[in-house]
């Protein structure tokens, strides 16, 4: 559950989405109007996404064959002509329940204590982030292929495609921990632990320290290595993402998909790392095409993150002090 402090730092941040969106939109429509449209083909003359001798496509069908098409540029390749307006709504509906514990802090309903993270809870998260998954990937398959929609071939036989994986990922984790380096130095860290009254961490992350039983630990272990990374990669930058930039553009839906995931994390602590690894998943997903590149990201984040808790839990490191 946020904080009050970090209620309104999550506030804060959405309400920079909603302007970057905003912005993005218009110039886009700008952009759109500026352009010179097409002149219609002559009756009788043949479509380009139907073969000789048959009658024009129907609109439906035209979306379909531009989802479907072939290799896109580099830094544009993921695709959102699939793309409908009730997608927004899903949209909505999806963020609604993530930000559900910002509401309950406005109407003061947080708990006097963090909750406490059991089996249960960790198994009913898993289940509640596979079902939305799966939701998306039933609403987004019959329109696109899953291949071309998430880059699922990535890396094919180029070697230079491993070569990004393997820049891209130390690149990703290394500027996080710079920043969150640069935040601890800086005190912003340390001030936000003094006005929210506690240690700043998330209650995932706090978890690691409190767990003893093997079980629940395997499954949080599994819970945040595996589940997290394929559920919340598919959410926000296979469905979430697409779906922005098919309205607002591509530099606009990075912004804003990365403010929106960063801030549904509840930790006001770590907003701001969130927020730069999260454009960078996003940048990773256009630049290689693949949801496989900021899935790899996320995961190898995750991973590192909980072995440092692990070390920190049985003795091998020391957590930084205030």
Not at 79 to 95: E, K
Not at 190 to 197: I, K, N, P, R
Not at 228 to 235: D, M, Q
Request: one cysteine or more; aromatic letters at 10%.
């Amino acid at each position: 559950m946020p904080t009050e402090l970090g209620m309104w730092l999550e506030l804060g941040a959405l309400g920079l989405a909603c302007v970057v969106a905003v912005v993005g939109f218009m110039k886009k429509r700008s952009r759109e109007a500026g352009r010179e449209l097409p002149i219609p083909p002559a009756a009788g003359a043949e479509s380009p996404y139907s073969p000789p001798g048959t009658p024009p496509p129907l609109p439906d069908e035209v979306m379909a064959a531009e989802a479907d098409e072939g290799p896109l540029e580099p830094f544009n390749r993921v695709r959102c002509r699939w793309v409908r307006r009730w997608d927004f709504l899903v949209i909505g509906l999806v963020l609604c329940l993530y930000l559900w514990p910002v509401v309950l802090t406005i109407l003061g309903k947080t708990p006097d204590e963090p909750p406490k993270i059991e089996l249960a809870t960790i198994v009913a998260t898993m289940v509640m982030q596979l079902f939305f998954s799966a939701v998306i990937i039933g609403l987004v398959v019959w329109r696109i292929k899953p291949v071309r929609w998430l880059g699922l071939n990535w890396p094919g036989r180029a070697g230079i495609e491993w070569v990004k994986w393997l820049v891209a990922v130390p690149v990703a984790i290394g500027a996080t921990w710079m920043l969150l380096t640069a935040l601890y130095l800086s005190g912003f860290i340390q001030w936000v632990q003094s006005v929210e009254g506690s240690d700043g961490q998330q209650e995932v992350v706090r978890a690691f320290q409190e767990i003893n039983d093997p079980l629940t630990l395997a499954a949080l272990i599994l819970m945040a290595v595996v589940v997290a990374p394929v559920t919340e990669e598919l959410i926000f930058r296979g469905y979430l993402y697409p779906v922005a930039k098919s309205r607002i553009g591509r530099n606009a839906a990075v912004i804003v998909s990365a403010v929106v995931f960063a801030a549904v994390h509840h930790n006001a602590v770590a907003l701001p790392a969130l927020t730069l690894l999260a454009l960078m998943l996003a940048v990773s997903f256009e630049f290689s095409g693949s949801i496989w590149m900021p899935m790899s990201i996320h995961a190898a984040f995750n991973g590192l993150t909980v072995i440092g808790q692990l070390a920190i839990k049985f003795g091998y490191a020391t957590p930084p002090t205030s």
